[in-house]
């Protein structure tokens, strides 16, 4: 792989200096405080998944001649009852816990307990399996700089998180934005936010800055030979990372393929059940190829592409990859997995395409951004093919900026739809601007809104944008810098997912609080597989079960079109190409094979009457 131009590395390093010098970092330090015995627990985190507590406590440093075990009890009564026993794993002072057999049909409280002197309680919440809303909530961007308000406290976050109630918070990346003092900054984050993780359940997935890089193209593991990080792979220590990941994401189920990537650092893409929606969480930048080398410069970055001549097909790389071999293959498997849940939504660090024109400050507009999901184009259509095909939603953060985005691949809005949430403080300002007023947009929405193509040719339709403010800072309150977190709601009954922005220091009960222009949006989930029929198969009705899965098969290929969980028992299935297809039906308990189905023009139906249960 040829390295990076010497002008890069120039551009770079200026670029880093010049944001040291404006941050004032020199003269800002974090100390990690001393702790007393009885106050060395931070917090914790936990997931509960298929009767498995994954929950991960975070410590203070411990004394030099400190005990290393660490207890997890749960309340019985009045009593406390030892139910795990786990040690301290350094550099990081995490200690992990595995339970199986976990009864999620009740609210267990728990404590943590380190040499019977420190003590750290919480709520495992029972699983809300019955209950029709599904509410998650999700942030991005936890700047820790001035500037950008990342000294702002963030109760009022957590207070609104009281009041929203939610049954999930995602994390979606960049929690820590310190390069080599992780352990500091992730216990600051523990103390902000501690109020409210100690008793939800709680996704963490790290992005580059968390790990010490200012971009992040992880290429399977390979070292990088800068913080730029655009030569593909990890720039600190393998070591470094590996402390990085446990603290944020031990407490995830366990993963689809734990086998290593290079170095031996891990991996953690897996599956959440929660509430009957399944959640897949995934690392879209750990095996992503690196741009440098791969694609000629076309701007003053390897990254960064601002020559209006250039051909988006250019730099469509075929054998680059966005998620890897490994982790497309889980993506595909998961969505054929509907066991235990209606509805599906895949949880990552950033959106499948470029969401932003301006970098920076007004006037630093780009043509395509290579550190976007927009690319490799091909890679990127891989995977939002296999979300299409289980009807699932994209939620992510990491553009600084949020939006909401239908997704095309052979045209617009035949895919899925994205929400990029807003970041907390706010580093690094974006805005999508388009030149040019998007097509097709519905009368009265704002220029910017309808069908665009992004700076690699991808189609993408947009519903929203929180663009910041011209003003240079965001004041006491991050008013013109965009700040602020997302809420997205899960209606089983309907079939529905709403999308929320809030901004900071905001009440959201107060009738008088506006959310971002564009928010709400509430779509359906069929929505997520947007792709126009071209014909239909018989209308499918259930005579003795309801809510029963589905999964459509073209017979030439075998090719799986879809699957999907109904609402009731009647269901027209369409399909994209006349011809002969098998139907599964499917169920804990049963499943029916029906085939030789052949479709019907999409003006035309008839139906056909199923008993699944014969005996």
């Not at 399996?129 to 109760?155: C, L, M």
């Not at 200012?214 to 220590?237: F, H, L, Q, T």
């Not at 949020?402 to 994205?418: A, P, V």
């Not at 369409?574 to 139907?583: A, H, L, R």
Request: one cysteine or more; hydrophobic letters at 35%; a negative charge.
């Amino acid at each position: 792989m040829v390295k990076r131009s010497l002008l890069t590395i120039i551009i770079y390093t200026f670029l880093f200096v010049s944001i040291l010098t404006e941050l004032g970092i020199h003269a800002q330090e974090l100390i990690i405080p001393e702790a007393a015995p009885e106050e060395r627990i931070c917090f914790a985190l936990y997931t509960v998944h298929e009767g498995v507590l994954k929950l991960t406590a975070q410590l203070y440093p411990i004394g030099n001649h400190d005990d290393i075990t660490v207890k997890l009890q749960i309340k019985k009564g009045e009593n406390w009852e030892q139910i795990a026993e786990t040690e301290i794993i350094y550099p990081g002072f995490t200690a992990p816990f595995r339970v199986e057999n976990w009864d999620q049909s009740k609210d267990i409280p728990y404590r943590v307990v380190h040499m019977e002197r420190a003590f750290y309680e919480g709520l495992i919440r029972k699983d809300p399996a019955n209950k029709e809303v599904i509410t998650v909530a999700a942030f991005t961007g936890n700047s820790i700089y001035q500037p950008h308000g990342g000294d702002i406290s963030r109760n009022d976050i957590v207070e609104n998180l009281k009041k929203i109630n939610p049954d999930l918070l995602f994390f979606s990346g960049d929690q820590v934005y310190d390069h080599s003092r992780h352990l500091a900054y992730w216990l600051k984050f523990g103390r902000d936010f501690n109020e409210v993780i100690r008793n939800t359940p709680t996704i963490c997935i790290p992005d580059d800055h968390d790990v010490g890089q200012y971009n992040i193209w992880g290429e399977a593991g390979v070292k990088a030979s800068s913080r730029a990080g655009d030569d593909g792979g990890y720039y600190m220590p393998a070591e470094y990372v590996k402390e990085v990941e446990r603290a944020q994401t031990s407490h995830l189920p366990d993963p689809y393929d734990p086998a290593p990537i290079g170095q031996g650092i891990g991996v953690y893409y897996t599956d959440l059940t929660l509430g009957r929606i399944s959640f897949a969480i995934i690392e879209d930048r750990k095996f992503k190829t690196g741009p440098a080398g791969v694609v000629p410069q076309i701007g003053p970055r390897s990254d960064h592409i601002n020559d209006p001549a250039y051909n988006p097909k250019s730099v469509d790389v075929p054998e680059a990859k966005l998620l890897g071999d490994r982790q497309l293959k889980f993506l595909q498997d998961w969505g054929t997995w509907w066991e235990g849940c209606d509805m599906k939504a895949v949880l990552s660090q950033t959106i499948f395409c470029g969401g932003a024109h301006v970098h920076g400050k007004i006037g630093g507009r780009l043509l395509a951004d290579l550190d976007s999901n927009g690319w490799p184009q091909t890679g990127r259509n891989k995977a939002l093919d296999a979300m299409r095909k289980c009807f699932a939603v994209h939620v992510a953060g990491d553009q600084h900026l949020g939006t909401i985005f239908h997704h095309g691949i052979e045209d617009w809005n035949d895919s899925n739809y994205s929400f990029c949430v807003p970041s907390i403080a706010n580093l690094y300002l974006r805005w999508w601007d388009p030149i040019e007023p998007g097509k097709n947009r519905i009368p009265g929405m704002p220029p910017y809104t309808g069908e665009h193509l992004d700076g690699f040719g991808n189609k993408i339709t947009c519903w929203a944008a929180a663009n910041p403010s011209p003003e240079p800072n965001g004041g006491s309150k991050l008013t013109t810098r965009a700040a602020g977190f997302g809420v997205i709601h899960f209606n089983k009954i309907k079939r529905t997912i709403t999308f929320e922005c809030w901004p900071r220091n905001k009440d959201v009960t107060d009738p008088q609080t506006q959310q971002y222009e564009g928010w709400p949006k509430t779509i359906s989930q069929q929505e997520n597989y947007g792709r126009k029929a071209v014909a239909y198969l018989p209308t499918l009705k259930f005579i003795d079960v309801t809510d029963p899965g589905i999964q459509i098969i073209r017979e030439k290929n075998k090719e799986i079109v879809y699957t999907l969980r109904i609402y009731g028992n009647s269901f027209r299935p369409k399909v994209f190409e006349e011809g002969v297809y098998t139907i599964r039906i499917f169920d804990e308990g049963f499943e029916k094979i029906l085939t030789e189905i052949k479709s019907l023009p999409t003006d035309k139906k008839e139906e056909l009457k199923i008993k699944v249960l014969e005996p």
